[in-house]
T-cell receptor
Framework: GAGVSQSPSNKVTEKGKDVELRCDPI?????LYWYRQRLGQGLEFLIY????????KSGLPSDRFSAERTGESVSTLTIQRTQQEDSAVYLC????????????FGSGTQLSVL | SQQGEEDPQALSIQEGENATMNCSYK?????LQWYRQNSGRGLVHLIL?????REKHSGRLRVTLDTSKKSSSLLITASRAADTASYFC?????????FGKGTRLSVIA
């Protein structure tokens, strides 16, 4: 696609429910990142995929968070048993290669946990 | 932590004035990048400066990097109301890009 696409753009869920967030990176981009941004705050790194290498999961805040990526395409971020503190914008980004290249961001998913 | 820290947290200027934002970081880097964010959603890449570069220009943007002080600055000249946004620095090294908390710039027409 022309840009990084994220869906849904907004998600409202009840505390305790599971949610899945989707990211379609730019075609040909081997690197994919997930970040979380709470209101008025900076970006928290969650997870990084690079090609077929094992993902860097060092930023995942708890075992309720997981992410998968199929090859060099779509990624899903799953949050199980959502809590109110999970409310944030979840941003996905991709880059051509490596951890030092410029990132192209999607518009994010605004998650609200009631 | 490699995290960049922007300064000031918020900046308000008149249209036509210059805006300067600073970023400090703690460890060695390969490059430093600046991004812009409108309305709390996706970020847009503005400029990348490598560790062996000291200054870079792109249109009305000027970025400097001082690796000895572990600091960078972003200058926006002749600001416009449309420059109103949050600006983030991000450092690239041995870990995925690490972002600071940002500077909120308001340009008043």
């Amino acid at each position: 696609g022309a840009g990084v696409s994220q869906s849904p753009s907004n998600k409202v869920t009840e505390k305790g429910k599971d949610v899945e967030l989707r990211c379609d990176p730019i075609s040909g981009h081997t690197a994919l990142y997930w970040y979380r941004q709470r209101l008025g705050q900076g970006l928290e790194f969650l997870i990084y995929f690079q090609g077929n290498s094992a993902p860097d999961k060092s930023g995942l805040p708890s075992d309720r968070f997981s992410a998968e990526r199929t090859g060099e395409s779509v990624s899903t971020l799953t949050i199980q048993r959502t809590q109110q503190e999970d409310s944030a914008v979840y941003l996905c980004a991709s880059s051509r290669a490596g951890a030092n290249e410029k990132l192209f961001f999607g518009s994010g998913t605004q998650l609200s946990v009631l | 932590s490699q995290q960049g820290e922007e300064d000031p947290q918020a900046l308000s200027i008149q249209e036509g004035e210059n805006a300067t934002m600073n970023c400090s970081y703690k460890t060695s880097i390969n490059n430093l990048q600046w991004y812009r964010q409108n309305s709390g959603r996706g970020l847009v890449h503005l400029i990348l400066i490598r560790s062996n570069e000291r200054e870079k220009h792109s249109g009305r943007l000027r970025v400097t990097l001082d690796t000895s002080k572990k600091s960078s600055s972003l200058l926006i000249t002749a600001s416009r109301a449309a420059d109103t946004a949050s600006y983030f620095c991000a450092t690239a090294g041995n870990t995925p890009l690490v972002f600071g908390k940002g500077t909120r710039l308001s340009v008043i027409a």
